[in-house]
């Protein structure tokens, strides 16, 4: 029996550190960094992505960054499937692998695979679509909470993709997801894992994120938005959708101004670490390790692959 291959995963919020974390230990140890995270696949998103820089990629060979384009359709499972070959390339060469990233479903599925779910059901989904319109986010969060409570806790109550998404697996298969997700735990592991997220306290998180935000407008956000929306790429898109590209649209729409925008991403970066945090707490053989404390973290690296 062949034993699984060996990852060194490096989780946790936006902001923490754990790019820099991974480089430093890839240029440690001779090892080659795959990310996880859902916005870094798309082309032409860079800035408000954080994703390194040309020298840091030409530097230490990174992976799953720049794969689609922003009109192209992208997931958890077409990244665990894109991940698998990376990863097992890697490894032929002789090099150890880092996952790095915040993306929680995308970690999830790598490491573990994803529960048997049906394929989407457009009619379910255009009407639910459709009631979100007339009745608003938060009476779909309300069906949800009342018919799968357990599934809802772990959603935001306005993302409504992932809203829609349990209650046609509800319609579909009269199952809960939260059920089927508890199922799916007793699934065995598809790699072998020193798993370790990275945390500090929330408000030297809050003022990185901040700072963070600041240094993407410097760094020429509004810009990066202006050509995407030149290529062609519609703000309605998923990846437009997300913080730092819906407002910087709405500022240049004339929406808002650009203090309200910038105070805006900083809000919702935010509120999306605090989601990230509570996901990977419930993370099963998840290592909680200061980004600081890099001689403990070496260390346990070092002693899991026994270099």
Excluded at 30 to 37: K, P, T, Y
Aim: overall charge negative; charged content about 30%.
């Amino acid at each position: 029996m062949n034993m699984p291959l060996r990852l060194v995963v490096i989780a946790g919020p936006t902001g923490v550190g754990k790019s820099e974390l991974a480089l430093d230990l890839a240029e440690l140890m001779g090892g080659e960094i795959v990310s996880a995270d859902s916005m870094q696949v798309y082309r032409h998103m860079d800035i408000g992505t954080a994703k390194p820089d040309r020298q840091t990629r030409i530097r230490i060979n990174h992976h799953m960054i720049d794969i689609v384009d922003p009109d192209e359709e992208f997931n958890a499972a077409l990244f665990a499937r894109e991940a698998d070959t990376v990863i097992h390339d890697i490894a032929r060469r002789g090099c150890h692998i880092i996952i790095a990233g915040g993306t929680g479903l995308y970690v999830r599925a790598l490491l573990r695979g994803l529960f048997d779910a049906p394929p989407c059901n457009r009619q379910l989904r255009s009407s639910y679509r459709l009631e979100a319109e007339k009745q608003g986010d938060d009476y779909l969060y309300y069906e949800l909470n009342r018919r799968d409570g357990a599934a809802a806790r772990h959603i935001h109550p306005h993302d409504r993709m992932r809203i829609i998404r349990a209650l046609e697996i509800l319609d579909i298969t009269g199952e809960m997801m939260s059920e089927k997700r508890q199922q799916h735990l007793f699934a065995e592991k598809r790699y072998d894992c020193l798993f370790i997220g990275l945390a500090m306290e929330r408000p030297l998180l809050y003022e990185r994120i901040n700072r963070r935000v600041d240094a993407m407008i410097e760094e020429g956000l509004v810009e990066e938005v202006e050509e995407l929306l030149s290529r062609g790429y519609d703000e309605t898109l998923k990846p437009m959708q997300s913080m730092c590209y819906k407002y910087t649209i709405d500022y240049l729409e004339g929406k808002r101004t650009r203090d309200e925008a910038v105070s805006l991403i900083k809000r919702d970066t935010r509120r999306y670490a605090k989601r990230q945090i509570t996901w990977f707490g419930n993370e099963e053989g998840i290592v909680w390790m200061p980004p600081h404390d890099r001689t403990a973290i070496y260390n346990a690296v070092k002693g899991y692959l026994n270099l």
